[in-house]
């Protein structure tokens, strides 16, 4: 074998006295170094086109995020959609999401939501319904609809917070469920604070330096 | 991943087949998804011409890239009185091409105070055509400077403060520096493994101020503590703007000096030993101009072309950095004959290997009578994996051995090139002077020790100040 060089060997070098975390972090024995996932919502609007929904999973199986749950429609612009996205990622995972998701072309812009936000989720369960007042009963404790009922089942439908979905699924269990389907979690910000929208084209001229490309990023 | 703005004007089966399974048709824009900044289906005679010119936008703004229009034949082929438009990015995508001022002045009050300063040049540098402003920069303020691979040629390799390049295969004296800095300024790269090595023990004690015109590439890999989003040039030139005093680094610097001294690249040349690959490479520098383009494939060969080669000016280095692609030496050479200057020599330092892969572009060089010396630096091994399979894998040489390697020499010579062939020291500066002064594509299919290793060695994940010299430090 011919190639080494001359020079001191490894153990002979001095060694730096610091370290980094796996993400990168310096490590400074002041401040906690490690992140923990943490569940959040992320808002994006993008161009109402083909391909736009497969550009945005297959960034998220290909980053190897944890995606939660995805939702798409319509907006009030009819160029536009909203994807909603439930993530659970350490906080450097998050950063990169936004970032990552905001380099895709089709996507105007992208907003990471406050915990307040307003989530909901719609479900359609189908349940034996051998015994239908029971089945009535618990429906109203979560303020579930009956949408349709045969001799045999009964399909109701419920909104709201994922945990409140999942807590009436669990009351329905004990009549037998033939079937769910859940919609995924939808979101917008409360009160005047804007979900994700677009730049109207005087306030981005306006901005003067925006660390974030778009300016109504948080 | 190598930022190159590219365009791909794919054939399509014709609309009303799409969907079909009709033959030859591929979901072209579904594959390359992944692969593309962006790409489109053409759907419409009319709007076909501003796709394209839309492609033509996207791949050079911002950090460039891939992009790609799916031409369906019926649209390629079809009439239409529309005009394309002018070459225009989507109002969707913007670029930030101004730092944060006040992130500009905390990393300028941090250079200020620092003790132990070193610039990381990348690619992003000669792609945003910041070289010079780097020089500038580091030469005022007296920082060493280390590069990434394709960072390769944005500083003079041959000026006091170069410590070359950094990483798996960088030098010893690169690594000491990137391991032992106290600030690190990094532009224009994304921290790619092959450079950091295992990240708990990448720059451990350094702030990094790191300037990207991708917001992604921030804090990717490596967090930063002075986040500069902007074109290269610009936020240079804003920090250069804010320095007022230059750093007071001069006991770093001899020390960097040291460690250049003490980690020499000097290598072993025993006369009973086939030919050193390092003896080609400097002959070959030698006997060019300081603008000659090198291409490489990927490999032994091209880390020593890395090594060995002094680079002194931006994009005179061509090579497959995040992709590694073999086979990507001929086919380069081609293109940056090309585009090249005529002054400039253009040479592909190649593999055994991967020269297989595309030497058929000899055909191209030929009809085209390209200007291009190819240099096969032959082990016959695909040698890279040969020298990984003895160092972790006992010696198992499982198809890394080639010794059925064709004659380069006579294939050339078959396809219409001319050809030669190195066994000897005393061949290499004739047959490479014979090569050069050919005017038309030439093929030196030198044999070399099939023995040799790439040295110094971060093994995948390591800690690079703790680089390898020889196998038994591995
Ligand atoms: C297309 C492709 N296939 C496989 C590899 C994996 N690989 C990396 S280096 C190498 C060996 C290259 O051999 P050669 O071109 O002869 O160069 P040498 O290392 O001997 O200089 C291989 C197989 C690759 N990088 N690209």
């Known amino acids: ?218 | 991943m190598d930022s190159d703005p590219m365009v791909a004007l794919t054939g399509q089966v014709a609309r009303d087949f799409v969907g079909n399974d009709a033959f030859q048709e591929t979901d072209t824009t579904g594959v390359t998804t992944p692969v593309t900044k962006d790409n489109t289906f053409a759907s419409d005679p009319d709007t076909v011409g501003s796709d394209v010119s839309e492609a033509f936008a996207l791949a050079r703004e911002g950090r460039p890239g891939p992009t790609l229009v799916d031409l369906p034949k019926d649209v390629s082929n079809a009439d239409t009185d529309c005009e394309p438009d002018e070459p225009k990015v989507p109002d969707t995508y913007e670029v930030q091409e101004r730092a944060d001022p006040e992130i500009v002045e905390q990393a300028a009050r941090r250079i200020e105070n620092s003790s132990k300063p070193a610039l990381l040049l990348g690619g992003g540098v000669i792609k945003g055509e910041a070289s010079e402003a780097c020089r500038e920069f580091a030469i005022e303020h007296e920082i060493p400077v280390i590069t990434t691979m394709p960072g390769i040629g944005s500083f003079p390799e041959d000026h006091e403060l170069s410590m070359e390049m950094a990483g798996m295969h960088g030098t010893g004296y690169a690594n000491m520096a990137v391991t032992h800095c106290d600030t690190l300024i990094g532009i224009g790269t994304r921290f790619d493994d092959r450079l950091t090595g295992g990240i708990e023990t990448f720059a451990p004690d350094a702030e990094l101020i790191h300037v990207d015109i991708d917001p992604a590439e921030i804090s990717k890999n490596i967090h930063a503590d002075y986040p500069l989003i902007g074109d290269a040039e610009t936020v240079v030139t804003q920090l250069a703007e804010e320095i007022e005093t230059s750093p007071q680094a001069t006991k770093w610097r001899a020390q960097c000096q040291q460690w250049k001294s003490d980690y020499s690249m000097a290598y072993d040349a025993p006369e009973d030993r086939p030919i050193q690959p390092e003896f080609v490479v400097e002959a070959l520098d030698e006997a060019t101009s300081d603008r000659a383009i090198v291409t490489t494939g990927v490999g032994q060969h091209q880390m020593w072309a890395c090594q060995y080669w002094t680079y002194t000016e931006p994009r005179t280095w061509v090579s497959s950095h995040g992709l590694g692609a073999m086979g990507y030496g001929l086919p380069s050479a081609i293109g940056a004959r090309i585009a090249a200057d005529d002054d400039q020599e253009v040479v592909c330092i190649d593999g055994d290997g991967s020269f297989l892969m595309t030497l058929q572009g000899l055909s191209v060089a030929v009809r085209e009578n390209l200007d291009i010396t190819v240099v096969v630096l032959n082990n016959e091994y695909i040698g890279m994996v040969r020298q990984w399979q003895d160092a972790f894998f006992e010696g198992r040489h499982s198809a890394s051995e080639y010794n059925w390697m064709p004659e380069f020499d006579k294939l050339a010579e078959a396809f219409g090139a001319r050809g030669f062939r190195i066994d000897e020291y005393d061949e290499v500066a004739d047959t490479i002077e014979e090569a050069l002064s050919y005017d038309g594509p030439s093929v030196i299919d030198a044999h070399i020790d099939p023995q040799a290793n790439v040295y110094p060695m971060v093994p995948s994940g390591g800690d690079n100040g703790q680089f390898a010299l020889a196998e038994d430090q591995l």
Do not use: W
């Not at chain 1, 939501?113 to 319904?129: C, F, S, T």
């Open chain 1, 1 to 218: 074998m011919t190639g080494g060089l001359d020079g001191p060997a490894p153990e002979e070098r001095p060694t730096p006295a610091g370290r980094r975390t796996a993400q990168g972090i310096r490590v400074d024995p002041e401040v906690e170094a490690e992140h923990e996932p943490r569940r959040t919502v992320i808002s994006t609007l993008v161009e109402h086109e083909p391909g736009v929904l497969s550009d945005v999973s297959g960034l998220f199986s290909r980053r190897q995020f944890n995606i939660e749950s995805l939702t798409v429609g319509p907006t009030d612009d009819e160029g536009r959609a909203r994807i909603t996205l439930v993530v659970e990622e350490p906080d450097p995972g998050i950063e990169q999401i936004k970032k990552q998701l905001r380099k895709l072309v089709p996507v105007v812009s992208v907003r990471e939501l406050e915990p307040d936000a307003m989530r909901r989720e719609l479900a359609l369960v189908k349940v034996n319904a051998m015994r239908p007042d029971q089945v009535a009963a618990v429906a109203e404790m979560y303020g579930a609809t009956t949408v349709d009922a045969s001799p045999e089942t009964a399909t109701v439908e419920i909104t709201g917070s994922d945990q409140k979905i999942d807590a009436a699924i669990e009351a329905f269990s004990q009549f037998g469920i033939r079937e769910i389907s859940r919609t995924g979690t939808t979101a917008l910000a409360r009160g005047t604070t804007d979900t994700a929208r677009e730049t109207p084209p005087e306030e981005s001229a306006q901005q003067t330096n925006p660390q974030q490309p778009h300016a109504d990023d948080d």
